[in-house]
């Protein structure tokens, strides 16, 4: 079975600071993603990553940044967080192609 | 033409009954069109899901119906049970690109 492990389950930040948050998956997926899920707005495209070192924006990339140094490891880094970045954060990879994508359980990011 | 739109945005229904969920596409190039799970606290995981040579997938009480000329795809569960409580996405994918276009999502609820 595919592992997609998120670090954290629940953070708590405080506004202006930087935060990471990790994503490692244990089937040696080219792809991983990043998204966002708010009520009302369903999955949102942070930023995704077909290779080591290489990323491209999603729909929402505003505000956040990611490195990709390793095939198994996704860091989404908010570069200075903000209060309307509270939210749920969900990780995922997937292989080339017609595959699906495999998902973490979340992280649940509150910025006070 | 990247959009991929799901409704209805929310659906009860009774145990035993049918639940039916429809999504809608416009890129002709999208080649496969998965469908997600997810419960409260959980990541989505894939359910089923169907390429465009075929216009009809089951697996147990879970059918994709896909409709190529409408660009139309729906879910429906049959002998829907209170277990099947989720938020159901349906997607949409091409072969040469890396990412999925997710639905809005449909909070489902099955009523004992």
Known sequence: DVKVTQSSRYLVKRTGEKVFLECVQDMDHENMFWYRQDPGLGLRLIYFSYDVKMKEKGDIPEGYSVSREKKERFSLILESASTNQTSMYLCASSRQGRQPQHFGDGTRLSIL | ?112
């Open chain 2, 1 to 112: 033409q990247q959009q991929v739109k799901q409704s209805p945005q929310s659906l009860i229904v009774q145990k035993g009954g049918i639940s039916i969920i429809n999504c809608a596409y416009e890129n002709t190039a999208f080649d496969y069109f998965p469908w997600y799970q997810q419960f409260p606290g959980k990541g989505p995981a894939l359910l089923i899901a169907i390429r465009p040579d075929v216009s009809e997938k089951k697996e147990g009480r879970f059918t994709i119906s896909f409709n190529k000329s409408a660009k139309q795809f729906s879910l429906h569960i049959m002998d829907s049970q209170p277990g099947d409580s989720a938020t159901y996405f349906c997607a949409a994918l091409y072969s040469s690109a890396s990412k999925i276009i997710f639905g809005s999502g449909t909070r489902l609820s099955i009523r004992p």
